[in-house]
């Protein structure tokens, strides 16, 4: 019986978030009979797919073993400088095209990242609290302060931000750029579980000296990694202002307690060593719907921001609990792979 039910909560909890989840949707659809409905789906994944862009690339960064905090000043670093160089340029080079030069920028910011943190072996948090004013100083003081509308985006990018799969009655829509996010969240998902390179980021999550003992090159894998991150983050940027046909260099600065809060509800550890994308589409789905019906409960969208915060004390608070026997002695996260799979 209790295999039976470890197998239904799954190796990351994804499970008993599922569970959590139709009991969200039940209480507000209760609340409120309009919530089922096509434009209210639509509308969930349209604020869902930002998040999960930026989620993906925390994620990678909890299982590691760290915790990043400046991916939304890479973000709009990037986002907002390229769409400024391409409207200064006169030029437009297409959407796609604007969107590899954002995450060429992000990936460099993420460079900065990943030296730092891996060639001084310096605290992740620290060092991205750090990079995050650093970024957000350098966009408002030497690149722009200005807010760019719709009318002065590219057209390329105006008709990209127009483009949808689908259209039902009732302004209900389903966005195009859903397909590059479910192709990138595959892709995540493929590198982790297919790849040494996945394998390794699991490994120094689960314990770094032992990493470094079975062979694996820790400071090139954890450089990586944050460039990786930081190309993500530039792409959830670009994606932010394709949604919102604006670029404004004063956004999405302040919203890593909901990235950070989906992605340990979707069961990555806050010790590393464990965590996937499936959890945190999930774990994203939660607190979009948290922030986006909380009202239908009947409970003041004031509170949004505390129930995220309850969300995530619960989160930690059980892997805590769950990271620990019953004698209440700690034991090791077991990673996915055993270490001697990934020096093989």
């Known amino acids: ?203 120094i999550g689960g314990d770094t000296e032992a990493a470094r003992r079975v062979g694996i090159d820790v400071v090139r894998t954890q450089v990586w990694l944050y460039v990786l991150v930081g190309a993500l983050a530039a792409f959830g940027g670009m994606l932010y202002v394709i949604l919102g046909r604006n670029a404004n260099p004063q956004s999405i600065v302040g919203t890593e307690l909901d990235i950070i809060a989906a992605v340990v509800l979707g069961g990555a550890s806050i010790f590393g060593g464990r965590g996937s994308v499936l959890g945190t589409v999930l774990g994203v789905v939660l607190v979009q719907l948290i922030n986006n019906n909380l009202v239908l409960l009947g409970i003041p969208s004031t509170w949004q921001r505390a129930a995220v915060g309850i969300l995530l004390l619960l989160g930690v608070g059980a892997q805590a609990l769950g990271a620990r026997r019953p004698n209440g002695h700690s034991v090791d996260v077991e990673p996915p792979l055993e270490r001697e799979e990934v020096a093989a």
């Open 1 to 203: 019986m209790s295999g039976r039910l470890s197998r239904l909560r799954g190796p990351n909890n994804e499970g008993l978030l599922v569970a959590v989840i139709l009991v969200v949707v039940v209480a507000m659809a209760l609340s409120s009979p309009a919530f089922f409905t096509a434009g209210t789906f639509f509308a969930l994944v349209r604020s869902s797919m930002v998040p999960l862009i930026f989620a993906l690339g925390v994620l990678m960064v909890l299982i590691s073993g760290g915790i990043d905090v400046s991916f939304p000043a890479i973000a709009i670093f990037a986002a907002y400088s390229t769409v400024k160089w391409v409207i200064g340029a006169g030029a437009d080079p297409g959407p796609w095209v604007i969107i590899a030069i954002a995450m060429l920028v992000g990936a460099v910011l993420g460079l900065v990242n990943g030296v730092v943190i891996a060639r001084f072996r310096l605290p992740t948090l620290i060092v991205t609290l750090g990079t995050q004013s650093i970024f957000k100083g350098v966009l408002i003081s030497y690149i722009g302060s200005v807010y760019i509308s719709a009318a002065d985006l590219p057209d390329s990018v105006n008709a990209l931000a127009g483009s949808h799969l689908l259209d039902v009655s009732g302004g209900g829509y389903l966005h195009f750029m859903i397909v590059p996010v479910v192709v990138v969240a595959v892709l995540v998902a493929l590198l982790l579980s297919r790849t040494i390179f996945g394998r390794s980021i699991y490994a």
